[in-house]
Each structure stands twice: as structure tokens, then as C-alpha cells.
């Protein structure tokens, strides 16, 4: 891991392995996440997936990305961009995700942010770090509606 000009940790991408992760951060309310230009996959520090619903700036661009998004390739073991460690392939709703144990962070591949979203209202098992990031985040009917909001937009600018 080497720092860019502002001091920022430059982070590779767990699934390309050689691509940069980009920063895209939220004006409005500071949250900073990760993106793979290359695979479209996310990066998620901590508690960032639960800031993620209110963020409405950067709900909507991620959402964008997530609606082309391509269907992962299977990889082999994958380490955290942050911390280096191993990632632990999981599952939260249905969904196949890793996770890193050891800084909390989530890796979530092209699509899988929309598919756990999308599978959220119905029974809630799985991996208990991300579930509750995903109740956090989606937990008052505000964030809800904004969530829905801002897919009915992106959906009917997609058509």
C-alpha cells in the first residue's frame, strides 16, 4: 500500500488485484468509498455500508454503476485493500460477499450492493456484520423512501 499526494493510502482492488481503488466521495456529508474502475466492485471501510442509504449523492452514482454492472468472475483468495489480511467469503441475504474480519470492511462485487438491497425485505440471514450495516442503514422509513427514490430515478433514467 503506497500513500497518494494528499497522503490518502492508495488501495488495490481484491478482485482485478493490479487495478487502483478511487475514492468517490459525498459532498454533502463527507462519506468516502471505493471504487474499481476496472470490475465496478466496492470498497467499504468500517461502518461506511450503513452511511451509504442517506448518502444520497453517492447512493445514486453507485446505484448507476451497479445497473451495468457485470457479472463477477470467481477469484481466488483475496486480501483487504485496507489491512491486507485475508478477505472471508461470506454470505448476508443470498448473497456471496467478502468481508474483512480483521478491519470490518466490506468488499462488495459489481452488482452485489443492488442484489442485497433488492433481497432485503424479506428474511434476514446471514452474515451478521453486513446485516447490520444494511438495518442501520435502511433502518428509519426516511432513508427507506430515500433509497427507493433514488432507484426510481436512476431506473427510469436508464430506460
Known amino acids: 500500500m503506497r500513500d497518494q499526494p494528499e497522503g490518502r493510502p492508495v488501495l488495490s482492488c481484491p478482485a482485478c488485484a493490479k487495478a487502483t481503488l478511487e475514492p468517490w466521495k459525498d459532498s454533502a456529508t463527507g462519506l468516502e468509498i471505493d471504487c474499481c474502475s476496472e470490475c465496478r466492485g466496492f470498497w467499504f471501510d468500517g461502518e461506511e455500508l450503513s452511511r451509504l442509504f442517506p448518502s444520497q449523492e453517492l447512493f445514486s452514482r453507485v446505484f448507476r454503476l451497479e445497473l451495468d454492472a457485470l457479472t463477477p468472475e470467481p477469484g481466488g483468495e483475496r486480501g483487504c485493500p485496507r489491512c491486507l489480511k485475508a478477505l472471508k467469503l461470506t454470505r448476508a441475504l443470498e448473497v456471496e460477499i467478502d468481508v474483512c474480519r480483521h478491519c470490518r470492511g466490506i468488499w462488495l462485487d459489481a452488482g452485489e450492493l443492488l442484489l442485497l438491497v ?36 436512476v431506473l427510469g433514467q436508464n430506460e
Not at 425485505?121 to 426516511?142: F, I, K
Open 118 to 153: 433488492r433481497s432485503y425485505p424479506g428474511r434476514h440471514e446471514g452474515d451478521l456484520m453486513v446485516l447490520n450495516q444494511l438495518a442501520s442503514g435502511l433502518a428509519s422509513a426516511e432513508s427507506q423512501q430515500a433509497a427507493l427514490r433514488t432507484l426510481l430515478e
